[in-house]
Each structure stands twice: as C-alpha cells, then as structure tokens.
C-alpha cells in the first residue's frame, strides 16, 4: 500500500490549509491513496513576495526528509517554491501547483490564461513559465488584484473572476487557470459563466499524484 | 453523479482493448468515475501510418458524438487522432494520450525522452510536438523498431525498452514516455530499473480525466 | 511531358471551382504544365468548422490516388486539409496554399498579417502555424467575419479588407495574406492601396508547384 | 507586360552567371516574364568571406536601381547579401535565394537539411536562418568541403552530394536544398537518389518571382 | 599594456562624435585603457535607413583594419552596421552597441524595453533582435519619433522619454534601453524618474570593451 | 563618490575569496569603483548540489541587505543563488556571475559553449538558460568532471579544459564560459590556445557592475 500525497501549504496560516483540505474533499476515495493537508508551520503568514517564496525552501525540504511515509508531495503555492530542492532530495513524486495547473490546462486548449491575485507575482509567474517554455501557449495573465486573504473570503472575488476570465478567454485562451492555492471554490461555478475549462492548480497537482501512485 | 470515462481505443483490434483494460485497472474505485474501455470497430487493425491515423477521425467523433452518457473521453492511440474534431463536437473533455502523456512527463522532469514503436511513428510525433511547442523540452524520441503486436507480446520487449531508456537518460531525459497505448505492463520495472520517472501515456490521460471529472 | 497541376477544392460548391479557375489563368501557358481545377465532390458545401476540414482527407486520398497522371496537387483550402496523408500516399509534390502562402508571404518581409474570414478559422490557422513554427514572424491574423459565401460574391469585402489590411500593417505586417481559396480577385488592388505584398495562398501554391515541375 | 526578372550573380565569374543562365533554361516560356542574368561586374570573382557578402551590396543596390524596366530581381548568392537594402529601394519584389530555397524546402517537408560547400559558410547561414527564425526545422546543415569552382566542375561533386545528402536523410531531413548558385545540373540526380525533394535555391527564387509577376 | 577602445561614430556628424566622447568620460582613468572616439569620414551624415547602414559597412572594416594599435572596438551605431565583417578582419573585440545594449539590459531584468527615436528604425532593431534570439524577452521597442539631430540637441526630448519610458514599464519592461547612441546625456535622470535600470548602449558596449581588456 | 562592488563568494571556503579577489585585481584602478570580494561565513563549504545552492538564499539577502554602502552586488557562484531574492530587497544593482557570463559570452559570437565542473551541474544550468531563453544559442555545455576543490588546485585541469574547449569549438562555439567562478586563472592561456574568446563569469560580471556604477 502506497503512503499519503503529502499537500503542502507552505505559509503558516491554518485557513488556508483548511480550505486545501475542503478542495480536496472529492480525491479521497476508498482504495485511494490518502491525501493529507499540513501546514509548513516555519512559513510566513502569506508569500507574496520573491522574498516569502524563497524563505520556505529549507523548511519544505526538512518536512519533505521528515515524511518517510508520504507517496507523493505537492507543494500548494502558485510560485512553486522548493520544487527542484525538495525533487533533488527524494525519489518520491514532487508536484508543484503552477507547474501541474498549466500543464493540466494544456491538455484543454491550444493557449491558456492565468487569473493572477495581484501584479506582482505576474512576473514571478512569467519567469516560471518562461524556464518551463511555455510562454508561446500563454494567452495572458492578468490580476485580480486583491490579497491572498481576500482571495479566499471577499465577496466580490467571484464578480472579478468572470471580468478577467472574460478579457483572457477574448486574446484567445481556451482554458482559464487560478493562478492562486485558494479560489478552488468559484471553480466549477467559473467554467459554466465562461464555457470553458477552468483549472484549479492543487486540484490538477493532485490529480498527476494520485496517477502516479495508482500505477506505483 | 458523472458519467464514465471512455477509453477509446482507436483500432480494431479487440486484444488491445484488453490490454488496456487491464493496465487501466488501477483507476477504478468506489465512488470514482467508471473507466471503460472501447473498440473503435470501424479502425484498422493497427494505426501505423498517416492515413490509418487520419481514417479513424470520423468514427471517432461519431462515437464520442454516440455517448451522451459520458463524462470524458480519453483517445487512446498515440497519435491523438481526432483530437480537435472530437474537441470541436461536444463540450465535454476529450485527453490525447500523446498530448497528456508528453505534459505528465513535464510535471516530472526539465526534460523527457520517448520510446516509441517504429522509426516511422517518430515524425509523427515530432509534428505533433513542434503544435505544442514543445520540442525544447525533448532530450530525445528512439524507437524500439517492433511492431504493435510484439510490443504487446514480443518477449524481449523489455530488454528493448531498458536498452532506449538508458540511452535516453544518457542524452539528458529526466522521465521517459512509453510511446504507444500498449506497453504499460512494463512500465512499473523500467522506472525501478532506470532510477527515472515513467510515463504510460494512456495511465496519464485518464489520471487528468479523472481529476477534471472528481471536481465536476 | 509532365502531368497537370490538379488544383482540388475541397468543398462541393463548383462556383469556388470556377473561382479558382479564373484566379489561375495568368499560370496557364504554352509549354508550360497544365493547370486544372476539381471539385471534390464528396465534401461539405463549404469547409467552416475542423469537422468540415476533418472529414474531406479520405475523399481528398482518393482523389489524390486517382489521378496517376497528375505531376503535382495543390490542395485549395486554407486549413490545408488531408496534407500529411495525401504526401503519405504518394511521391509527388502536395502543396498545402496556408502553407504556401504563409511560407510566400515570408520571402517578401520579416512579418506577415493573415486576414480571415471568421473568427473561428483564427484558432485552426494559429495551430498550424504553431506546428510550422513560424508565429513569431505573425504580425497578427484578423477575421472579417463574413461568410465564405460573402467573402466571394459580397459587394463590402474589399472596404473591409482595405481596413484590415491596414489594421496589420500598423502592427508591422509587411506582407499579408488573404486566408481563404475564395479572395484572389482583390488581390491586386488591395496590394495597391496598401503599398504592401498581398499573397494569395492558391496562387502562391500553384507559382511553387509550377517550379517544381519546370525543373522536374 | 511585366518587365523582366534580372537574376542578379554577385560575382564576377562569367561562368557562374553563364551556369545560372542555363539553370534558368525552363523557367522561360511563351507569355512569361523573361529571365535575364546579370553579372555584377563590381563583385568579387568569388564570395566566400563575409568581408566578400558585405562587399556586394553597394554594387547591388545600384544595379537594381539601374534597373528601372525589371519587374522583379533575384540576388543569385546564398549568402542573401544586400537584400534588405535592395528592397529598401525600389518597391518591386526582391527574391534573396539562401531565404526562398529555405521556404520552399519547408513547403516540402516538416525538417529540411543543407548542403553547404564549405564549413565556413554554415556558420554565416546560421546567422541568417536565425534572423529567420527557421532553425527549429533545420535537420542540419553538412559541408561538401570544396570551392565554389570545384562544385561547378569538379567531378567528385555528385558523389559527395549523395553521401551528405544521405547523412542529412538520416538526421531527419524530408527535403534538401543545394546551399550554393551553382549545384543546379545535380539536382535531378540527386532528387532521385535520395528519394527526397532537392530544392535548387535559385530556382526556387525565380518560381516565386514568377508567381509575382504572373499575377501582378 | 593594451591599445586603446576605439569607438568608432560610423556617422560623419562630428557633433555626435563629441557627443560620445563626452558620455565615455567616466571610462576614462589611470591604469585603464584609452578610450578613443572616431569619426568615420566617409559616412553618411547621419544613418537613417538601411541603405546609410549598409554603406558604412566596408569604410568601417577599412578603419579597423588600419589601426593596428587598438585593443578593442566599438562601432557607436545603434544598427551595429559592419559587426560581422569587422570581426571577421580582425582577431581583437568588436562590439556593437545594439547587441551589447540589449545584453546588458537582460543582465538586469526578465524583460526589456526599447526607446527608439523613430519608426523606420524598428523593424531594422526587430531584424537584428531575431538573430540575437532574444525577441521573447522583449516587452516592447516604441519611437519618439524625432529625429538623430533633435535627440542630440531637442528639448523636450527629456519628456518623451519619460512618457515613452513609463509606457514600456507598464508592459512589463524591467530595463530600458536608448535605442539611438546619442542619448546618454538623459540616461541618470531617466533612470532615477522611472524606477528603472536605463541603458546607454555605448556606454554598455564600452564597459564590456574594457572587461575584455583589463584581463586580455 | 560611490560604494564598492561587493563580489560575494557564497560559500564558506575562504581560499576561493581569496582566489576571487586575485582575479579581480584588474578591475581595481584610481577613481574606479572599490571592488571587495567577502565570504558568505553562513554557506556551505562548497556548492555543488541544488540543496546547497537554495540553501544560501537568505544569508545572501541577510548580507546583501547589512552593506547599505555597496554600489553594486555581484553573487560570485556560476549557479547564481539568490539572485531574484537579492534584487528584490534592494534599489541597487545585483549582478549574478552565470547571467553575466553567458550574456558576454553572447556579446562575442552567435553561439557559446560552456565547461562545467560537473555533470551534475549541467541541468542547474540549463534550467536558468531556460529561463533566460538563451538555449537557441548554446553550441553545448560539457563537464570536466572534477571537483571545485580540484578546478582551484589540481595540475591537470588546464589540459581538460583545453581538451573540452576544443570539442565545444568543434560544436560550433565561437566563445567559451568558464562555468564555475574558480578557473579565471586559465582564462587567458586558454583564449590563446582556443583562438576563441574565453570568458571569466566573475570578470564579466564584475565589467558590467563597474559600466553602471561608472555611469551612476
């Protein structure tokens, strides 16, 4: 029997892990792998600046080295901090959000969109995708610009999700990523207003881990 | 409750189906989408050229056409035929398993290799990838030089597969793509063997349909 | 003697035939090779949708066989339908006109603008591009958004092709395509008033073919 | 009636110019443009060197300039010099036929491979198809490793044609193109013993020049 | 002890001469190498189009080729008219101010953008930047559209940069490039006014210069 | 008057400082910028291992931000640890030393090639190549396969880099980087013997550091 996928959330604030552990509800099935929320305790409180993202790659190493058990890890922040040093430390499947959400969005449409919290980590994002290649797909990003903790309780989140998910879907994107841990919830309403597949990152992270342990 | 994947294998020959009926075993679990697999009956025997690939494209959208009571396709011959016409009929999801196989290998790796059938099957290929923009990310594509048939029953099959795989690592591949919908019974001991991510393309697309059906 | 040119229309409508006809009588002269112009009876009254330009390959393979005396084929469809399978049955020259006409427009400047005729063949074109990885060298491509029908017999296609043309000529077009079989007639002027190489993708198809079979 | 097409030799050597004439031989027919080849007399008797590329484009400009009555000009060198200056002159098209050869090679097939005659150039075709942005489809390019003399004479050309020629094949090359003005009498030869499409560059200009002009 | 860093104005406008000499001032000290401004006498009085580039391209090898003494050279001229002969005459450095600009300013951003001082030189930069492979890391070149004698001398110069400057900032520019060798004297308050690194492209090429001859 | 260049070797072992601050000794003149080599007390011994390169991320920012006096930043590490977190704390300019490199080395010839220490290095690299889009113009990075430890001191390194050097010419590099900041003291010889230029990361990086704060 295979150990749990292992989901990181790696800021220090539990709601946000409690709302990964909500999201995930639909992969834990009987016969399944475990899927298991913890929160990265030496995190700041949000990452949102380069600063945040590259101050929790040691930490996330030493919880990875710390669950021998674990099957898989994802790692649930959008800039994929820790990816290569966690990879580079264990044999086990390490997923990163961005990484999965737009190769997942790639699998629906010839260009994607990317739904950002705010403009700031567009750049951080763009340097990303530009190490991955993928610049070419990229219909565009554009940002919300809201905080992290709005993201995940204001009200009119879901009124700027359709404005921006409607201005990329008119450059050409045919399928629309939350470039963001916490937006999982407007998802499916999200994909029915704009009549095309909307990728929640965690969720399509999660997805490739449980592939890889249901064939291990 | 959603409908089930549909497995379509594109060619005739009902042995293929099974076989792929048994390597997607895995994926069926209580409560989870049923995966079933399908024999495009009006298929060649085997898709080895262009113009097989190009035939089984009407069929494949009338039967996709055919299952209202689907929740998502999977087309599984290498060659993703069909793809955009089966995209461009329903509004549900259909998954290539070349296209979904190459972007599962990069969750796992800055650069992949494939094993494919057949020296011809590897132009094929390559246009496929120069579409996705891809090609940067390829260490490399080498064929076994076997027929379909004895890469589902040759027996040295797997010394082939070793022999292509460390090659390819050597030429910088991090994951490895079985190339053909018929070689996943290997796939578990050349991961061990080759200390390396590998992807059975089919196993790939059905984790990512089943990730978009679980949070329908 | 070398065979004809057998310039085929993949759509049923004969006044497209004879359109093309008219449009490749400066390429008929003594000495030179034949230029004859087919319907392909088989196929839809007109190619809009990729099931359109999906379901005309077969039909277009056999016609291709068909006619062991032809020395080349252009197919005059700007999806460039059945291309890869009508090259795979035969040794003689199959000349796409987007390919063609993409490829001619770049040997007359750094940039080139396509102008469509819908909004929905924008998505088809950019794809094959992206396959002839030549989108960096796209200026932009912009509909008209008429119909096929319209965009040969309407009275206002040349005032919105002159407005378009200029639109991609602003974005640095320094040549521009007309991106249907249908549009030819508006060629010369239209290169007039903008003071830019208009390319008209079934001539630029048969200017090729016509090389290849001078020097065959 | 259009004026000629004035096929440019950047060099001195009659001889060349007197090859290219030949060369030409079927692209002139009842009704056509005429196909005139120059000598400029300013060049040097050979052009090897970029100082020898660079050196020809004043000389170049001011024939085209001269040339009031041509309908289109060909600069018959693969090195392509002075085309971005020529056309910045005159409004009638100028055809460079290292760029058209290149085109029409990818008409012809998803990889193309180059023949080149010595190492030294491959460096400088390099630099140009990268400006083009073509070299994602390059299979390769090989030097025959002989003068620009030798190729027109020698009698080993053809020989050592075959063997790079079948070398390019292996890599992937579908079409190959002769990178020199002066390799032309191989062509058919070669064609059919490689049973690839062999693109003679200068031919390949002049059909495109003829594409103009017959519509213009 | 290493000649001198010849700069070369490929221009005869003495005034941009003195220009430069004045902008390399801070390059000069004890111990380092002289750093030498040159007028080209035999070119244009200014370089504007294509042709002005191209026609200094062999009185510039003939200047290089006679200084025997320099350690280095700098053609001052933002096409980098004669690059490539000029290093194929000589074993020593010959830098270019376009190439060198752009490099230096991708050594401090992901993206950079380009102030240009009119619309004809774009498509020229364009030209050039496709060869360097670095058009994706371009967020954008926009004129100012003056000419090179009012951008020496203008005054309200200053404020088209500025617009221009932020115009490029907000598409994503995270350094600036003066696209024109004759406006360094802006450079300091340009850069503390937009937040942003700006580049003097001669002054680029000429810190590179001495790097190469500090260690030669 | 402004602050000196602060070169920071990120690892803990002082006789690289030491080796860095001999090799700079060129870059130190009267009226030109301090330049100041220190060590990072908190890093590894030595970086070899993506672990160890992100584990110097936050003492880099911590010293970064404690020299308010600093003019410019040069990481001194071919892997370029921290350099997003470091510009992102501070106005002034942060240069890293393979960024630096390769965009010198690009400054020299179309393609460059690179000598690694390890071939476990080789990937880090690529992946920041990626990122920079510069792939197109790598001719080839190859491993001497010794430790930092042997590059500083062993007798034999200059024969395999003379020995790698020649196989990277032989790929088509027309410039060559010293992929790790302890070679600088072959660089010179090298050069001669390769008749290439040959490029020290460290000195590149530092020339550029000196050109902005010259100019500041």
């Given at each position: 029997?295979?150990?749990?996928?292992?989901?990181?959330?790696?800021?220090?604030?539990?709601?946000?892990?409690?709302?990964?552990?909500?999201?995930?509800?639909?992969?834990?099935?009987?016969?399944?792998?475990?899927?298991?929320?913890?929160?990265?305790?030496?995190?700041?409180?949000?990452?949102?600046?380069?600063?945040?993202?590259?101050?929790?790659?040691?930490?996330?190493?030493?919880?990875?080295?710390?669950?021998?058990?674990?099957?898989?890890?994802?790692?649930?922040?959008?800039?994929?901090?820790?990816?290569?040093?966690?990879?580079?430390?264990?044999?086990?499947?390490?997923?990163?959000?961005q990484e999965s959400g737009v190769l997942t969005a790639m699998a629906?449409a010839d260009m994607f969109g990317i739904?950002?919290?705010?403009?700031?980590?567009?750049?951080?994002h763009r340097r990303f995708m530009a190490r991955m290649n993928v610049l070419e797909r990229l219909a565009?990003e554009?940002?919300?610009?809201?905080?992290?903790?709005?993201?995940?309780?204001?009200?009119?989140?879901?009124?700027?999700?359709?404005?921006?998910?409607?201005?990329?879907?008119?450059?050409?994107?045919?399928s629309?990523i939350?470039?963001?841990?916490?937006?999982?919830?407007?998802?499916?309403?999200?994909?029915?207003?704009?009549?095309?597949?909307?990728?929640?990152?965690?969720?399509?992270?999660?997805?490739?881990?449980?592939?890889?342990?249901?064939?291990?």
């Amino acid at each position: 029997m295979t150990g749990p996928i292992v989901v990181i959330n790696p800021n220090s604030n539990e709601a946000v892990t409690e709302g990964l552990d909500a999201t995930l509800a639909p992969f834990r099935f009987n016969g399944g792998p475990k899927v298991e929320c913890v929160t990265l305790r030496d995190g700041p409180f949000g990452i949102q600046s380069q600063l945040d993202s590259d101050s929790v790659i040691l930490p996330l190493v030493n919880l990875v080295l710390s669950r021998k058990d674990a099957g898989a890890f994802v790692i649930a922040c959008y800039s994929d901090p820790g990816l290569d040093a966690c990879r580079s430390v264990i044999n086990r499947p390490v997923f990163g959000i961005q990484e999965s959400g737009v190769l997942t969005a790639m699998a629906r449409a010839d260009m994607f969109g990317i739904v950002a919290i705010s403009e700031d980590s567009v750049v951080r994002h763009r340097r990303f995708m530009a190490r991955m290649n993928v610049l070419e797909r990229l219909a565009g990003e554009m940002a919300l610009n809201i905080t992290v903790d709005e993201s995940a309780r204001g009200a009119d989140t879901y009124v700027r999700l359709v404005d921006v998910g409607k201005k990329l879907k008119k450059r050409g994107a045919g399928s629309i990523i939350l470039g963001c841990a916490g937006m999982a919830r407007h998802r499916g309403q999200l994909e029915e207003e704009l009549s095309l597949p909307v990728i929640d990152p965690t969720q399509a992270a999660v997805a490739m881990a449980i592939g890889t342990l249901l064939t291990g």
